[in-house]
Each structure stands twice: as structure tokens, then as C-alpha cells.
């Protein structure tokens, strides 16, 4: 079942209960934030998140295939083919809006498996786009990851034309890159901003969340950073810091008298304002995808583990770390930095505008009967408000003072 599918139980999985969980200790990364702490002192939740996803050796992200049904979560382009197809004719229209520039880049950000970027670019195929000109970008700090994602996009129809790898973080520029027979180059980075300048159409689905936040807490009328640290028993354990902290006063201004909960993530901001600016100054769009609210008014830091929502501070590294994307802060980034906003508009608004219904009845005409069951459960999964239909968001950006995207 997809991640979107435990978030009902967010409700009873509230900040007080998680902090009372038993939790037990065996691996190396595990102790060795124990022992990092014991030494200097709690530390701040988006350093936390920053070692358990990305530690180059023990991270969550770094060494395995986490997606599927034998992974932690299922994403929307895993679900069902269609999802991809229609962000591929999406931005195959805002391509053609743009009178179908000659040379243009196509972005993902956290690219999974590669499954989106490979039903995309199948897609321009069908569509006759031509791809000489087109250079594809994929951010992705995992080696892991980036390998199944070559195989994905490349496999047996790619010319074998690899650049030698460079995997080390201070590299700049492409750490690998391989050629399509299409013509379309396919280059993997570290980093949005090892990425050269251009006109460029940004994807990013199920990113931002998985970004390093700062979490805040009203206490006694003040507001006071989560921070985790170690307990009597010697498990990891959330605390208050007793005073303020560097990110509280840096944010000062962010949190509100409204709420007594916020989560920020700088990170998040400073990817958003990249985007912005690039498509301020080099046109293009980008397509950000993902669950949240317009706001942030509660804690929503969480783990995932076989598809359960679990206490993020059991076993680090073993599970997926994740919290509500903040999609206002991420409009004022994109406003304040001279490009335009659009949406958020649900996922379920998204693919009905995009053909979704159209498309999967004209799979059906041909379906066997297994496949048609299947085809069904996707559509449900993927619109159903009692689903992934209302929590996961669509938000486009665009230069300013052009027109809006479809379906915004």
C-alpha cells in the first residue's frame, strides 16, 4: 500500500506518544548519534534527518532500493503507468507553449527508481518530441539509487557512452552520464545547482518531504526548538531546548502567534528558491508533487517502515523519514524571488483536468480481466479522496506574467 495510505493514524500518533515508545538500539548509526550526543549535547532534528537519510554509509537512502511492495513505500509512478504519462504530456504542452524550444533540459529531483522520468520520456517518444536537443538532469545523492535508475532509463536500448563516474560529494558537475539512442543525454548530479543553466522543466514528486526540517514548540507562551537527545534509559528521546537556539532565531519572524506547533525546513526553501530564480531568468516550469498543507500548525515528523507509519527514532536508518510539505512557505519563496506560483490543486483535480478517466478507459478496452482489475485499483489509489486523491498536491511554477498551466 502506498505511504498516503497510514496517514489516518497520524491522528493517534501524536508528539506525547511517540515520546513514550520503547526504543531499542543495534546499529552503528544508531550509536553513533547516541555517542555524538552524550559528547556535545541534543541536536537539532534536521541534523538528525540529514545523517539517518544521507550518512554516505549507513543512510537510508544510500545502499538500497527502497520503493515497492518489498521496500517501505509505494510512490504514484510505481502505482500505475498512467500517473507518468500524463506529467509527460504536461509538460510536453508547456513545452509547446514555450513554442518548442530547440535546446532544453528536463529535471527530476529524488528520481525513485526512474520509473517517472522513463514513462515521461516514453511519452515524447509517442509524441514525436525531438529529443537531440534535450538534455535529461537527475538529482540523486544515493549510488544506489542512481544505479537502478540507469538501468531504468538506459538498459539494453542505450549507447554505451559512459562519462567516468566520480561518486565523491565535492564534485561538481555530473558524477555519471550516458547517452539515449533517442539522442537525449542523461546526466546524474549531486546537486539542483551542479546543474548547468538553461531553459529547463523541473519535476519534483515526493522531494521536498523528505527534506530536513527544524520543528518548533510553543512552550509557556515561547517558542521552543524539538530537539533530540538521549534519555535515562539511553534511547534517543525528544526535548525542549531550554532556550534559543540558533534556527529559532533565525526563523523568528516564520513562527506565528497562531499555533503552538510549526515545522521549517531550510532546506526545502533553498532548493525552492533555486528553482525560482532559474525559471525567473531561464524560462521553463517546474512541477512540484507532493502531501501537505498551506501552512504548518502541527508536528508531522514521521517514520515509514513496510509501509507503516513508525517512530522515526527506532532503529535510524532503517526507516523513512518524513514530514507535511509547507506549501505557502514554499509559494512565498517562489513569489518573493520574481517567478509565479500556481496550485496547490489536489492530485485527484490534477489527473481528471490531465485525462486520467480518458485514459484508463481506453486501457480497458484492451485489458484481460486481471488487467482491468488492476487498472481500476490504480485509478481508485491514485484519485480516491479517501486515498492519495486529496492529500498529495500539485504545484507549477512559471515565469511571471505568462500564462497558467494546465490544469491551474
Same mark, same amino acid.
Given at each position: 500500500m502506498a505511504r498516503i !495510505?497510514? %496517514? /489516518? !493514524?497520524?491522528? %493517534? %500518533?501524536?508528539?506525547? /506518544?511517540?515520546?513514550?515508545?520503547? /526504543?531499542?538500539?543495534? +546499529?552503528? &548509526? !544508531? $550509536? #553513533? =548519534? =547516541?555517542s555524538k550526543i552524550k559528547a556535545t549535547g541534543p541536536i537539532t532534528m534536521e541534523e538528525y534527518m540529514k545523517v539517518v537519510l544521507t550518512h554516505p554509509e549507513k543512510g537510508y537512502y544510500m545502499s538500497r532500493d527502497v520503493f515497492g511492495k518489498k521496500g517501505d513505500f509505494i510512490t504514484s509512478p510505481e502505482i500505475s503507468q498512467v500517473f507518468g504519462e500524463l506529467i509527460g504530456v504536461w509538460i510536453v504542452t508547456e513545452w509547446m507553449m514555450a513554442s518548442k524550444p530547440k535546446k532544453w533540459q528536463l529535471v527530476e529531483l529524488g528520481p525513485g527508481r526512474g520509473t517517472l522520468m522513463a514513462d515521461i520520456l516514453r511519452v515524447f517518444g509517442v509524441l514525436k518530441v525531438p529529443l537531440a536537443n534535450l538534455s535529461v538532469h537527475m538529482v540523486e545523492l544515493s549510488p544506489a539509487l542512481s544505479a537502478i535508475q540507469e538501468q531504468t532509463l538506459i538498459g539494453s536500448p542505450a549507447v554505451d557512452n559512459t562519462v567516468p563516474t566520480n561518486l565523491s560529494m565535492n564534485h561538481e558537475g555530473p558524477y555519471r552520464s550516458r547517452a539515449l539512442r533517442s539522442g537525449a543525454t542523461v546526466s546524474w548530479h549531486h +546537486? &539542483? $545547482?551542479? =546543474?548547468?543553466? #538553461? &531553459?529547463?522543466y523541473v519535476i519534483a514528486h515526493e522531494f521536498f518531504d523528505a527534506l530536513p526540517i527544524h520543528q518548533f514548540q510553543k512552550s509557556d507562551g515561547n517558542w521552543r526548538e524539538v530537539l533530540i537527545g538521549v534519555n535515562d534509559n539511553q534511547e534517543l528521546a525528544y526535548t525542549l531546548a531550554p532556550g534559543n537556539t540558533p534556527a529559532s532565531l533565525a526563523y523568528k519572524q516564520m513562527l506565528t502567534d497562531d499555533v503552538e506547533q510549526m515545522e521549517i525546513s531550510p532546506s526545502a526553501m533553498v532548493t525552492m528558491e533555486d528553482i525560482a530564480v532559474r525559471i525567473r531568468d531561464q524560462d521553463g516550469a517546474a512541477l512540484l508533487v507532493d502531501y501537505g498543507c498551506e501552512g504548518s500548525s502541527r508536528h508531522t515528523f514521521r517514520g515509514f517502515r513496510s509501509h507503516q507509519v513508525c517512530d522515526p527514532l527506532v532503529e535510524p536508518g532503517s526507516c523513512d523519514l518524513t514530514a507535511d510539505v509547507d506549501f505557502a512557505a514554499l509559494k512565498h519563496i517562489v513569489n518573493a524571488n520574481g517567478a509565479a506560483s500556481h496550485g496547490p490543486i489536489t492530485q485527484n483535480a490534477f489527473l481528471h483536468k490531465m485525462g486520467i478517466r480518458e485514459r484508463t478507459e481506453a486501457l480497458l478496452k484492451s485489458a484481460t480481466d486481471s488487467q482491468s482489475t488492476r487498472l481500476v485499483s490504480d485509478y481508485e489509489m491514485l484519485t480516491s479522496p479517501k486515498k492519495m486523491g486529496h492529500r498529495y498536491k500539485f504545484m507549477a511554477i512559471t515565469r511571471r506574467h505568462r500564462h497558467s498551466p494546465t490544469p491551474f
Amino acid at each position: 500500500m502506498a505511504r498516503i !495510505a497510514q %496517514f /489516518r !493514524a497520524l491522528q %493517534f %500518533f501524536s508528539y506525547s /506518544r511517540v515520546v513514550q515508545c520503547h /526504543r531499542c538500539y543495534s +546499529n552503528d &548509526l !544508531a $550509536k #553513533g =548519534i =547516541i555517542s555524538k550526543i552524550k559528547a556535545t549535547g541534543p541536536i537539532t532534528m534536521e541534523e538528525y534527518m540529514k545523517v539517518v537519510l544521507t550518512h554516505p554509509e549507513k543512510g537510508y537512502y544510500m545502499s538500497r532500493d527502497v520503493f515497492g511492495k518489498k521496500g517501505d513505500f509505494i510512490t504514484s509512478p510505481e502505482i500505475s503507468q498512467v500517473f507518468g504519462e500524463l506529467i509527460g504530456v504536461w509538460i510536453v504542452t508547456e513545452w509547446m507553449m514555450a513554442s518548442k524550444p530547440k535546446k532544453w533540459q528536463l529535471v527530476e529531483l529524488g528520481p525513485g527508481r526512474g520509473t517517472l522520468m522513463a514513462d515521461i520520456l516514453r511519452v515524447f517518444g509517442v509524441l514525436k518530441v525531438p529529443l537531440a536537443n534535450l538534455s535529461v538532469h537527475m538529482v540523486e545523492l544515493s549510488p544506489a539509487l542512481s544505479a537502478i535508475q540507469e538501468q531504468t532509463l538506459i538498459g539494453s536500448p542505450a549507447v554505451d557512452n559512459t562519462v567516468p563516474t566520480n561518486l565523491s560529494m565535492n564534485h561538481e558537475g555530473p558524477y555519471r552520464s550516458r547517452a539515449l539512442r533517442s539522442g537525449a543525454t542523461v546526466s546524474w548530479h549531486h +546537486n &539542483l $545547482k551542479d =546543474i548547468p543553466l #538553461g &531553459l529547463s522543466y523541473v519535476i519534483a514528486h515526493e522531494f521536498f518531504d523528505a527534506l530536513p526540517i527544524h520543528q518548533f514548540q510553543k512552550s509557556d507562551g515561547n517558542w521552543r526548538e524539538v530537539l533530540i537527545g538521549v534519555n535515562d534509559n539511553q534511547e534517543l528521546a525528544y526535548t525542549l531546548a531550554p532556550g534559543n537556539t540558533p534556527a529559532s532565531l533565525a526563523y523568528k519572524q516564520m513562527l506565528t502567534d497562531d499555533v503552538e506547533q510549526m515545522e521549517i525546513s531550510p532546506s526545502a526553501m533553498v532548493t525552492m528558491e533555486d528553482i525560482a530564480v532559474r525559471i525567473r531568468d531561464q524560462d521553463g516550469a517546474a512541477l512540484l508533487v507532493d502531501y501537505g498543507c498551506e501552512g504548518s500548525s502541527r508536528h508531522t515528523f514521521r517514520g515509514f517502515r513496510s509501509h507503516q507509519v513508525c517512530d522515526p527514532l527506532v532503529e535510524p536508518g532503517s526507516c523513512d523519514l518524513t514530514a507535511d510539505v509547507d506549501f505557502a512557505a514554499l509559494k512565498h519563496i517562489v513569489n518573493a524571488n520574481g517567478a509565479a506560483s500556481h496550485g496547490p490543486i489536489t492530485q485527484n483535480a490534477f489527473l481528471h483536468k490531465m485525462g486520467i478517466r480518458e485514459r484508463t478507459e481506453a486501457l480497458l478496452k484492451s485489458a484481460t480481466d486481471s488487467q482491468s482489475t488492476r487498472l481500476v485499483s490504480d485509478y481508485e489509489m491514485l484519485t480516491s479522496p479517501k486515498k492519495m486523491g486529496h492529500r498529495y498536491k500539485f504545484m507549477a511554477i512559471t515565469r511571471r506574467h505568462r500564462h497558467s498551466p494546465t490544469p491551474f
